[in-house]
């Protein structure tokens, strides 16, 4: 039997690993980032996967906040050396702030959101 961990690692389940290595990848809470952080990781695992096609198909969609999202992502992880420049929780707080200043009523920096309002 084999287990799916972090991005592209398959392991087998006899395999001795410390439990640190089969934490997924994610973001510390903070002033309130539940939802934001729940998009932001299934956004950024999916991206993870294939990040050529996945762009690809994103540009398609001709959307802002999801290019920008995309144009994080490479900027988190550099796929030619795989250093990092910002962190994810960096990346969700400008998520966070880029919806604030489309509707701040409804992303209020800070206030809870509601998972359906930001995929919205």
Do not use: K
């Amino acid at each position: 039997m084999t287990l799916r961990c972090s991005h592209n690692a398959v392991l087998d389940v006899n395999t001795q690993l410390h439990p640190h290595v089969l934490v997924p990848i994610g973001t510390q809470w903070q002033n309130n980032s539940c939802a934001y952080d729940a998009v932001c990781m299934v956004l950024f695992n999916v991206w993870h996967e294939d990040p050529a096609e996945t762009m690809q198909s994103w540009n398609e969609l001709d959307n802002e906040i999801l290019n920008s999202l995309t144009t994080a992502f490479n900027s988190h992880v550099d796929i030619h050396t795989g250093l990092t420049s910002h962190s994810l929780e960096e990346i969700c707080d400008e998520f966070r702030r880029r919806l604030e200043i489309i509707d701040s009523s409804e992303f209020p920096f800070g206030d809870y959101a509601s998972v359906h309002a930001i995929i919205d």
